[in-house]
């Protein structure tokens, strides 16, 4: 059981808008920056969002973030066949005093 | 640049000791605020947060398996070692290292190896 909560998988078609959401507590989102990264299987992780809402450089706009209070959110826009990965959630638990992650989101690109 | 590359035993036995490395370039681990974690990921599950030092020798340690972890650094040599005690096949993963940095707020892993998959059998 992980500490945030994901969706366990998402779909779109080709040009939809998908959106990602991560449920935390105020140990972990409500106070640290959140964190999204992008895993094709098979592959280390991808740093895709950092500081909950900036995106690296080479990550295309069309991917981007929110946080409210104990929830964050990624969304993608324009979707499309190279998206078909799993998305992963993280930030730093002030209780637990470790950093931790979604169960992970397997978008499906239909 | 800064590059990853973990390096260990592809298989060990239950209860034997795993001892892996992380071997880094690009930047420094005696420079404020850089930190380097353990991540893990059992086979079709998801991301499992281990372990971090930081510059200043700080350790950090999942709190369901602190008992079993130890990390350690050896900066001269850009080098961060695991062990984890007492394996079992749930064990099984593949293991990541990655850069963290500690500037008043925790920000993470923003660089990663590409993984080393340990396998726990007899």
């Known amino acids: 059981q992980s500490v945030l909560t994901q969706p366990p998988s998402a779909s779109g078609t080709p040009g939809q808008r998908v959106t990602i959401p991560c449920s935390g507590s105020?140990?972990?989102?409500?106070?640290?920056?959140v964190y999204w990264y992008k895993q094709v299987p098979g592959t280390a992780p991808k740093h895709l969002i950092y500081?909950?809402?900036q995106r690296p450089s080479g990550v295309p706009d069309r991917f981007s973030a929110s946080k409210s209070g104990t929830s964050a959110s990624l969304a993608i826009s324009g979707l499309r066949s190279e998206d078909e990965a799993d998305y992963y959630c993280a930030t730093w638990d002030d209780s637990l005093s470790g950093a931790v992650f979604g169960g992970g989101t397997k978008l499906t690109v239909l | 640049q800064v590059t990853f590359r973990e390096s260990g035993p592809a298989l060990v036995k239950p209860t034997q000791t795993l001892t892996l490395t992380c071997t880094f370039s690009?930047?420094?681990?005696?420079?404020?605020?850089?930190?380097v974690s353990w991540i893990r990921q059992p086979p079709g599950k998801a991301l499992e947060w281990l372990a971090l030092?930081?510059?200043?020798?700080?350790?950090y340690y999942s709190t369901s398996l602190k008992t079993r972890l130890t990390i350690s650094k050896d900066a001269s040599k850009n080098q961060v070692v695991l062990t984890m005690a007492n394996m079992d096949p749930v064990d099984t993963a593949t293991y990541y290292c990655?850069?963290?940095?500690?500037?008043?707020?925790?920000?993470?892993?923003?660089?990663w190896g590409q993984g080393t998959l340990v396998t726990v059998s007899s």
């Open positions: 105020s140990s972990n989102i409500g106070g640290n920056y």
């Open positions: 690009g930047f420094s681990l005696t420079t404020n605020p850089m930190c």
């Open positions: 990655g850069r963290m940095l500690h500037r008043g707020q925790w920000e993470l892993v923003d660089y």
């Open positions: 030092i930081n510059w200043d020798d700080d350790k």
């Open positions: 500081k909950n809402n």
